[in-house]
DNA sequence: CTAAGACTTCAAGTAAACTTGAGGTCAAGC
DNA sequence: GCTTGACCTCAAGTTTACTTGAAGTCTTAG
């Protein structure tokens, strides 16, 4: 049953121990076939035992943990990957490489926490008030100004600013 | 061109206008095949025009907008579904009905917001500090309580907090 | 009245992110 | 050394959230 450990790539030095897929699986709450999807999108990557084994290095659960959150907050995979570039997979990535990595989701998770505050505001506060514009809202208006100021001539409606205020 | 207001359902009341489908879309950016289908599911509804276009009320504008944000949030459309269940369609919704959706909203917003808060944090102060511990992030470990505590009689790991954390 | 563009339905196609299953191999406790 | 559960690959299937296209209808400026 305990497949860990144990095997001749695993010498139990410490820092240097091996988990199996299901180990890693347990760990972080993602599935296996999850983890070989990863794996073949290339979002992560696993040594090998003598018998063709997965064997992921500790580092990896903690990628993982990221790739999980990313996920779950509607971020494409493929952004993800992007974003994860700068941290290496077959050696320990080192501080730098982490910094190096967090301006990407930085930018991202700051658009994303500042969208759903004011999703929030808006919810909770200004329907509360009787204010009900959405004009401002990052997440919805990501590259307006080229919609509105945009090359064709349109001009269909006039007190436009009015659409999406209350009573 | 311009076909919203001007057949039998718009007499130019104030606040009676109804929206074409394309008007809809232009303002929302969400593509009418997108309107379509969120009919289809039940996420919207809209009025019919004599020759069976839809009309949609201005509120609709509204609630087509949280589903948007909610959408690009990463939560499923089944749930936002749910959760504007209290607001209706056919009627103008009061601030009364907002309300009580809002509810829903705001566990689920103020769940994925103190994620993001946390991840931020992590990526951005405690790997800077050389600490790395990411046991308690209400995303990856959403009900971790069954899974930790759960019937099975695992004994795997005994040092299982040192997992996560660097160095 | 008519032509052009906006709209209709319905069916099928697509992309992302996985899951499921078949058929076979590996690892380890007894 | 063998059985049992964990693992392997590869192909196909699933779900969600749409998009695309065909074939036809509606609306309105001129």
């Known amino acids: 049953m305990d497949?860990?450990?144990?095997?001749?790539?695993?010498?139990?030095?410490?820092?240097?121990?091996?988990?199996?897929?299901?180990?890693?699986?347990?760990?972080?709450?993602?599935?296996?076939?999850?983890?070989?999807?990863?794996?073949?999108?290339?979002?992560?990557?696993?040594?090998?035992?003598?018998?063709?084994?997965?064997?992921?290095?500790?580092h990896m659960l903690r990628r993982i943990s990221l790739i999980t959150v990313g996920s779950?907050?509607?971020?494409?995979?493929?952004?993800?990957?992007?974003?994860?570039?700068?941290?290496?997979?077959?050696?320990?990535?080192?501080?730098?490489?982490?910094?190096?990595?967090?301006?990407e989701w930085k930018r991202v998770l700051e658009a994303r926490r500042r969208a759903i505050e004011e999703l929030e505001d808006r919810l909770m506060g200004c329907i509360g008030c009787g204010c009900l514009s959405m004009q401002a809202c990052t997440l919805l208006n990501p590259e307006d100004a080229l919609a509105r100021e945009g090359s064709g001539a349109r001009r269909l409606e006039a007190a436009d600013d009015e659409d999406l205020r209350a009573t």
């Open 3 to 58: 497949t860990n450990g144990g095997d001749e790539l695993s010498h139990k030095m410490p820092g240097q121990e091996l988990l199996s897929i299901g180990t890693v699986s347990e760990r972080t709450g993602v599935a296996r076939s999850a983890l070989h999807y990863y794996e073949d999108v290339g979002l992560i990557a696993s040594l090998r035992s003598a018998g063709n084994q997965r064997r992921y290095p500790r």
């Open 72 to 103: 779950k907050l509607g971020i494409p995979l493929n952004d993800i990957k992007r974003a994860l570039e700068p941290v290496p997979m077959n050696t320990m990535p080192s501080e730098a490489d982490w910094l190096r990595a967090t301006a």
